[in-house]
């Protein structure tokens, strides 16, 4: 047992430094020095507190999205939706902000802007699920193409209700100073939005390893046939799956309205939903190691901006990094298990020879 | 043995948890059947799939006509003149036979007309008796096995093995590869006959190598042997005597009844044709026949994953029409499906989790918004000591344990849920000697405690051993439902092959028999 933690620190460690290898080569084809890069990506995430707070800014959608994904993933459902569900939250969020205004603000505004984003989000979600219990759509296609649907249904509002009151720019106004999430640490832009992604995974694991309802999810992902015959209705799960993911992607719509950009900018934040998809696969779908991975990726953001900003390296090579990481990290499920396999012959043949 | 053939020496080959074959030599000559004869899991298949290249060992040699050669692929093999026949056939079910027959060595343009004469003046010489270009998904399972062994002879196969050839077939369909195995063998051909049954052994075998945990546990000339010795050279120990089951007592109560049950599946088929029985309270009714004769499709419409189109399931009276699978788990109906990989145990869950399959939405279970793992965790450790499964505790994945504990755990999950009716569909299939006398002994326990059991098995012996009454199906119908005592291995056998009307003029009570056509 305890060989087998060994070995998945030391996998993932070997994975993330791979990882950051197979980037260097790239750099070395652009001309520049990859080691002085990564020097000074290091230094600049510790630079200041700001710099360093703006990792877990980052790292907070991330661990939404990033579970949007994995709620489903557990009940074997793929949701490559979480972009437009994050974009209806964001949405629905931004709304409910301008329209409560001055009128209502603080504590009380916040939880209401929260459930009507993550209702909406949910409901958005939910129709995925359906089509797939009512009709046996594909998850996988319904839920790539809602996202299409969901970001047309932003530009449109953007440009009649929601558009901001000058009529210039596809955005929102800002919100009232009221509706802003908190700052947990002074003199950075770290809001209660990363507590409430953290709390949220947690609760997240909760109701997948402990209740019956996750059990049940678990059951159905890793066995349809023997939850069928258990008397366990699959349809009702998916439905309830993709309903979470809605609801888990529009909070991230909710924390990057209220908690960043105290505005809703057309299209902002593209790449959010496919990331989400790769830090859950790169944290096997467990909502724990979906935190830690997506402070790893808040850090590789972050460091990348800067690094691309002081070493006239393209802030696209961050990009690459994130990809090579990723495919490092799952290469190394295969290597854990071959050496998981490996170990146990070597035991095995030990046994025969007493 | 004359001059071998095959020899296989000292092959070892380890899988990640267990040593499947531990250092197993053995040889075939020509002109000579072998039977490889073990319990499942002794390690039979796994030695012929090395010698067939589809497992590597991981020491020990193989010649093949006294010379050393080197088998990675079942290419390597077949160029060898080394064919095997899997348990599960492979056959491309929508191609014609012919087609199915030269897949292997299908180069460049086929010239349909000539293949088709080879492969008929094979069928000719061999007496096989096929329709060359009908869909192999449209004959019986008896037929689709001639045309795997077609393949193998258009290969020019001088070695056949064959892993569990009879598993499918009826008892007529048996005799007549029996009759091909000798036949083949006079030729100077070789065949390896992998089984666990000892009966066949004694009718086609020459020598037979017994094989018993992964090793080679003694070998007999046939005529130097008998079944008894077998038995016992492959178990370590004596047969455990059969005990006869307590008569059902009279006038029970009806717990489970079928009237004109009829299911017909999406393409139309008549799976099931108006079954009608009835088990009374403490009594096992035995469900014989080959497998596919609607037995599987019997037990989906009492468990409720499988609507019927007409007739009326009752369970202790009450009309189970509208009532779903989980209404019928709720009313206190237990199954043991025949493939508990797919539909009775989650692999990748551990023991304990498994034991809450069917309960997870009670309030037994839970503990404020969570499960109590703690009493799960009790409840699961008792069902370990009770069924003695062995297993490191209620942690352990059900994919580590071994069949027989696998199986095990279904029992006791179900047994413990169950009120008054329980289906046990295949219950000892995969299982050693040692898990099937437990599984048996637990059907006749509740049995005892007044529960209504319906049994269905392709083992003649297992339900001649358990059951009070039989019925025999044949192509989703009832041929019959005869008290134990009143039917011969002969007699079941023609029912088994669907011949119900000439045996019926020999007498016996045909209960159900009128309504078959019904």
């Known amino acids: ?62 661990i939404l999205t990033a579970l949007a994904f994995a709620v489903p993933y557990k009940a074997s459902l793929f949701n490559i939706g979480a972009q437009g569900q994050f974009y209806i939250g964001a949405l629905v969020a931004s709304a409910a902000s301008l329209a409560l205004g001055n009128k209502v603000s603080g504590a009380v505004g916040l939880v209401v802007v929260f459930l009507a984003a993550v209702a909406a989000g949910g409901l958005w979600g939910s129709f995925v699920g359906f089509a797939k ?53 002074g003199g950075t832009r770290l809001h209660l939005g990363f507590v409430l992604a953290v709390l949220i995974a947690l609760a997240v694991w909760l109701v997948i390893y402990r209740t019956g309802f996750g059990y049940r999810v678990r059951v159905v992902g890793l066995n349809p046939d023997a939850a069928r015959l258990a008397g366990i209705d699959s349809r009702a799960t998916y439905v309830a799956t993709f309903f979470i993911a809605g609801a888990l992607a529009a909070a991230a719509g909710f924390t990057e309205t209220n908690g960043v950009q105290h505005m809703l900018v057309q299209g902002f934040n593209p790449g959010l939903g496919a990331e989400g998809i790769g830090i859950a696969i790169l944290a096997n779908a467990n909502p724990i190691g979906i935190v830690f991975a997506s402070i790893l990726f808040g850090a590789l953001k972050v460091g990348g901006v800067i690094m691309g900003q002081m070493s006239g390296i393209p802030a696209s090579i961050v990009e690459i990094m994130e990809g090579t990481v990723m495919i490092f990290v799952i290469l190394s499920y295969f290597a854990r298990a071959k050496l998981e396999g490996s170990r146990e012959k070597r035991e095995l043949r030990r046994r025969m020879a007493q | 043995m004359g001059e071998a053939f095959v020899e296989m020496k000292e092959i070892t080959k380890l899988f990640a948890k267990v040593v499947a074959n531990d250092r197993v030599s053995l040889a075939v000559g020509r002109g000579e059947v072998l039977a490889l004869l073990g319990e499942n899991g002794a390690g039979k298949s796994t030695v012929m799939k090395v010698l067939y290249g589809l497992y590597r060992s991981d020491s020990g040699k193989i010649l093949v006509e006294g010379e050393e050669v080197r088998i990675e692929s079942p290419r390597d093999a077949m160029a060898l003149g080394i064919a095997m026949i899997q348990q599960h056939f492979s056959l491309v079910g929508p191609h014609s036979v012919v087609e199915n027959v030269i897949l292997g060595n299908a180069r460049g343009v086929i010239d349909a007309r000539e293949c088709e004469e080879k492969v008929r003046a094979l069928a000719v010489r061999y007496g096989f008796d096929l329709d060359l270009r009908a869909p192999v998904r449209e004959l019986p399972v008896g037929v689709q096995q001639k045309v795997e062994i077609l393949k193998a002879l258009y290969q020019d196969a001088r070695l056949l093995i064959m892993d569990e050839p009879t598993a499918v077939l009826t008892p007529q369909e048996s005799e007549n590869l029996m009759a091909f195995i000798r036949s083949y063998a006079r030729a100077g051909n070789s065949v390896v006959f992998i089984t666990h049954k000892l009966k066949e052994v004694m009718e086609v075998a020459d020598r037979i190598v017994v094989m018993r945990g992964g090793a080679v546990h003694g070998e007999k000339r046939r005529s130097e042997t008998d079944e008894a010795e077998l038995a016992s050279l492959m178990i370590g120990r004596e047969l455990p005597p059969l005990r006869p089951p307590a008569p059902a007592p009279e006038g029970a109560p009806v717990a489970l009844c079928l009237e004109g049950v009829t299911s017909v599946d999406r393409g139309g088929v008549e799976r099931l044709r108006s079954v009608s029985l009835e088990i009374r309270e403490g009594e096992i009714l035995g469900i014989a026949g080959v497998s596919g004769n609607g037995q599987d499709e019997l037990c989906e419409a009492v468990c409720g994953s499988r609507p019927i189109s007409a007739g009326r399931i009752a369970m202790e009276g009450r009309d189970l029409a509208g009532v779903g699978i989980r209404g019928r788990i709720e009313l206190g109906l237990g199954y043991v499906p025949a493939d508990r990989h797919r539909d009775g145990l989650v692999m990748d869950m551990s023991l304990a989790e498994n034991m809450i399959l069917k309960s997870s939405f009670g309030a037994a279970w839970r503990r404020g ?30 994919k580590g344990l071994s069949g027989g504990n696998q199986q095990k755990l279904v029992v006791a999950r179900e047994v413990e849920a169950c009120g008054k009716v329980i289906i046990f569909n295949q219950p000892t299939r995969g299982l050693d000697l040692g898990a099937i006398d437990y599984v048996h002994s637990t059907i006749l326990r509740e049995k005892g405690k007044g529960k209504a059991v319906l049994l269905v098995s392709t083992e003649l012996s297992e339900i001649f051993a358990l059951s009070d009454r039989i019925a025999v199906m044949y192509k989703g119908a009832i041929m019959g439902i005869h008290p134990r005592d009143e039917l011969s291995m002969e007699r079941i056998g023609l029912l088994m092959a669907g011949v119900a009307a000439v045996g019926a003029s020999g007498g016996g009570p045909a209960a159900g028999a009128g309504r078959a056509g019904a």
């Open chain 1, 1 to 62: 047992m305890k060989a087998r933690y060994l070995d998945l620190f030391l996998s993932v460690a070997a994975a993330i430094l791979l990882g950051l290898g197979a980037s260097a080569v790239v750099m070395l084809f652009l001309g520049k020095d990859p080691i002085a890069a990564y020097g000074l990506l290091a230094s600049s995430v510790i630079r200041d507190k700001y710099t360093f707070a703006d990792i877990f800014v980052k790292a907070a959608p991330l």
């Open chain 1, 133 to 185: 219990a009512k009709f046996k759509a594909n998850e996988f296609l319904v839920s790539m193409m809602s996202t299409y649907v969901a970001l047309a249904f932003m530009n449109y509002l953007l440009r009649t209700a929601l558009m901001e009151t000058k009529h210039e720019y596809p955005q929102t106004d800002s919100f009232a100073q009221g509706l802003w999430l908190p700052l947990v640490v």
């Open chain 2, 369 to 398: 918004p969570f499960l109590d793992r703690r009493r799960i965790a009790v409840e699961a450790r008792k069902a370990i000591e009770d069924y003695s499964i062995k297993a490191p505790g209620p942690e352990a994945l059900a």
